[in-house]
């Protein structure tokens, strides 16, 4: 049953879990953050909603500079965690941005 948390900056936000949603899920979910300019990376975690405790499916980073320039679906390669080094599959992300950018962080 797994779901994404996703964190820019200090907020975390997550998707539905999808019941049954074996080895290759699909969210349809829209999260929303609000953007202050001083916020430069997107961690996704891919879990596993266990009872207890949840386990961590895979780990991805990015800089959010590399989402703003991008219009497509971009894919991320997942880690097992944030310390590993092992591969654990990959997960395609939509980014819209929204609003005016903060003096020089827009495209250039």
């Excluded at 049953?1 to 349809?28: F, M, Q, S």
């Excluded at 965690?81 to 941005?97: L, P, Q, T």
């Amino acid at each position: 049953n797994p779901y994404v948390k996703a964190l820019i900056g200090g907020d975390k936000k997550k998707t539905k879990t999808h019941e049954k949603g074996g080895t290759k899920p699909v969210w349809e979910d829209t999260l929303v953050y609000n953007l202050e300019g001083k916020e430069e990376e997107l961690e996704v975690f891919v879990m596993d909603d266990e009872v207890g405790r949840d386990d961590v499916i895979g780990y991805g980073l990015t800089h959010l500079d590399k989402l703003i320039v991008g219009k497509e679906p971009m894919w991320f390669t997942l880690k097992r965690n944030k310390d590993s080094d092992k591969r654990s599959g990959s997960i395609s992300i939509s980014v819209k941005f929204e609003g005016t950018y903060p003096p020089g962080k827009g495209p250039q």
